[in-house]
């Protein structure tokens, strides 16, 4: 691992469902307690910080919210619990510091913040993501082996040593841009993914008002966890069914990318916590400010729906505004009338994958002298349906049935006729002796070929190389990457494509497909491990990508315990997808010249991002098989038609 790694954590805004997740909490003592949930993103705007290890714990930067400040501690438990105790924004990284020293086996870390856009004090969770970032920053650095929850647990007990309490849903700003939905039973804490369809433009603005946070959780937890009054069961019913009823709507029009419904809910949560919340704390929920401001008429002209946020109160409001030109007006009327600062909060939806590259400009030197007149991805394969196709062709007509649309091949000089005249139509005398299902396919190549750009790389420099060549194809676009000399058969309806597809969307992380390998053929492959980020066992938490590695290597830093079996390797399946973070990684390392084994490695580039921003590996519902090796391919040729699941 290199001396320094560059993090990136967003902050959070909880869009619906805040003080659920402590009133969740009192289901350990009251089991009629409805759980809690909320609807939580992450943002764009966050803190961006270089780690390294040191002997100390020490956290410095320039930026002005800093002043200049520094954090130099001992790795000493009794010390940081004291600084975290002040009530300093530098508390909350050393409540995380202490909580590591006493649980894991790891020594300092230094922590150069070098950039945040975040607000402060604006109910989007600062203090959340610098835990989140120092949790991470430990995680990576000692290989604590933590998933993102276990992040998230370290970040949330390192808070709760600090003045501040705030409660589970804040750090789930270590789940990146991506909206969730988290659920809170008890100590139980689950989150999913959500996939909303369409642009979300808020705006975020301080009230400018004055709001007791302590107060607001202090009268609110009196009605819990057992109702003495009939305003304590209007409580519990606010943040137990009614909230759930909220949320599964918000949830639907979301993922529907119906906003003028999202925006309807919106207003009615609002109206509900004020009918039957603010009154057990009126001096802090009445918030004048707060109703001034959602009952503006100027201002719901732009909106679909507005609603306080945190823990309400006369502290921070949200919009919904009905576009980007109301999000700009929205802000431009409360800087000029209202005197408060507004600032834009956009949410994009992850986009669909849409784009595949298939790296096919290899010679195929281990298939000579074959290849002297075919290339190797043209070499056949008897599909399952019956039907002799060039291998190529089984990989076209999966990502086709997968919903990709455009297809860029990397080839090499000269080869692009080749591919040309494979797609060209047949003579017509031809095309008529053709069977109807063979016409059919005569005809898919047709259509593929308006689908087909092609990419020459005219230098051999790695495959990182070769996959750069298409940084203008994908446009900054998430793009599925395949290897040319592979192919595919999956065991459930989804073909394998479709499945990595929606893992992607569901996450936005960069995925890595993967499949089990006996631990003497590792040296062959490009190995993963980390943590399971989910109960099927099916998705990981990378903490760690290595190209061939030695056996012994393997064996102490890449094992893998799932519920079956305490040692598993996970290799590299042959198909990724990319975000542009990878593609921005490539070109740095092509520009800094930085190589291994005299090549431009993607490898390379997925374990720098990974470090940053994070990555996922999924454990396929299929097989691959090879047809790059002689005797691979024919066993490929034996086996691919047949039904062996």
């Not at 576009?323 to 209202?338: D, G, P, R, T, W």
Request: proline share 4%; glycine share 8%; aromatic share 10%.
């Amino acid at each position: 691992m290199k001396n320094s790694i560059d993090l990136f954590v967003p902050g959070r805004l909880c869009l619906m469902g805040e003080h659920s997740d402590w009133a969740g909490l009192y289901k350990t003592i009251n089991a009629d307690i409805v759980p809690g949930q909320a609807i939580v993103t992450g943002i764009e705007q966050g803190i961006y910080a270089t780690v390294s290890k040191s002997d100390d714990f020490i956290v410095e930067s320039s930026i002005a919210a800093y002043k200049n400040e520094v954090l130099h501690c001992p790795m000493d438990s009794e010390k940081l619990r004291q600084i975290a105790n002040t009530g300093s924004f530098f508390s909350y990284v050393a409540g995380v510091a202490s909580y590591v020293c006493e649980n894991y086996s790891a020594g300092g870390i230094r922590v150069k913040i070098t950039k945040m856009d975040l607000p402060i004090k604006s109910g989007l969770s600062s203090s959340a993501a610098i835990c989140v970032l120092v949790a991470r920053a430990f995680n990576v650095l000692y290989h604590l082996n933590l998933n993102t929850m276990g992040e998230m647990t370290i970040a949330y007990y390192g808070e709760q040593r600090t003045p501040s309490r705030c409660g589970r849903l804040d750090q789930a700003c270590a789940y990146g841009i991506n909206p969730v939905c988290m659920t809170f039973a008890g100590n139980e804490i689950s989150v999913k993914p959500l996939k909303i369809k369409e642009t979300l433009y808020f705006v975020i603005a301080d009230l400018k008002g004055h709001k007791d946070t302590v107060k607001i959780l202090s009268d609110l937890n009196k009605s819990f966890p057992f109702a003495a009054s009939k305003s304590d069961k209007k409580v519990q019913e606010a943040l137990g069914k009614d909230n759930a009823a909220f949320i599964s709507k918000g949830i639907k029009y979301l993922e529907e990318g119906n906003l003028e419904g999202y925006g309807m809910i919106m207003n009615k949560y609002q109206k509900n916590f004020d009918t039957k919340i603010a009154p057990v704390c009126p001096d802090e929920l009445t918030a004048p400010k707060l109703h001034e401001i959602l009952s503006d008429n100027v201002l719901t002209q732009w909106i679909y729906g507005a609603k306080g946020v945190g823990s309400q109160g006369d502290g921070t409001v949200q919009f919904l505004a009905k576009n980007q030109e109301c999000q700009s007006k929205i802000i431009e009327y409360l800087k000029k009338e209202k005197k408060m600062k507004g600032f834009s909060l956009t949410i994009h939806p992850k986009k669909a994958v849409r784009k595949a590259i298939v790296p096919v400009a290899g010679f195929g030197t281990r298939l000579f002298p074959v290849t002297k007149i075919l290339k190797k991805d043209f070499f056949p394969v008897m599909d399952v349906d019956g039907i002799l196709k060039p291998a190529i062709l089984i990989l076209l007509e999966q990502l086709i049935q997968a919903g990709i649309e455009q297809i860029c091949l990397v080839v090499g000089e000269g080869e692009e006729s080749i591919y040309e005249s494979f797609f060209s139509p047949l003579p017509a005398e031809h095309y008529e002796k053709l069977s109807e299902d063979k016409k059919y396919y005569e005809d898919m190549l047709e259509t593929l070929k308006n689908k087909i750009t092609y990419v020459v790389q005219k230098e051999r420099l790695g495959f990182g190389h070769a996959v750069y060549q298409c940084r203008k194809f994908t446009q900054n676009e998430p793009v599925l990457l395949l290897l040319g000399d592979m192919i595919y058969k999956s065991n459930q309806n989804k073909n394998c494509m479709e499945q990595m597809i929606d893992v992607y969307e569901k996450s936005g992380f960069p995925v890595i497909s993967m499949h089990c390998v006996q631990k003497k053929d590792v040296v062959h492959y490009g190995i993963m491990s980390g943590q399971w980020e989910n109960k099927e066992q099916t998705i990981l938490r990378l903490n760690n990508i290595c190209e061939k590695p030695t056996v012994e290597y393997a064996e102490d830093y890449l094992k893998v315990a799932n519920k079956k079996n305490p040692e598993n390797y996970y290799a590299v399946f042959g198909q990724y997808i990319l975000t542009k973070e990878v593609f921005s990684q490539l070109e740095l390392n092509i520009k800094n010249d930085v190589r291994e084994r005299g090549e431009y490695q993607l490898t390379t580039a997925l374990a720098q991002v990974r470090e940053a921003t994070g990555m996922l590996g999924f454990l396929v519902a299929g097989k691959s098989y090879d047809i790059g090796l002689p005797e691979k391919y024919i066993e490929t040729v034996g086996l691919y038609c047949k039904n062996d699941f």
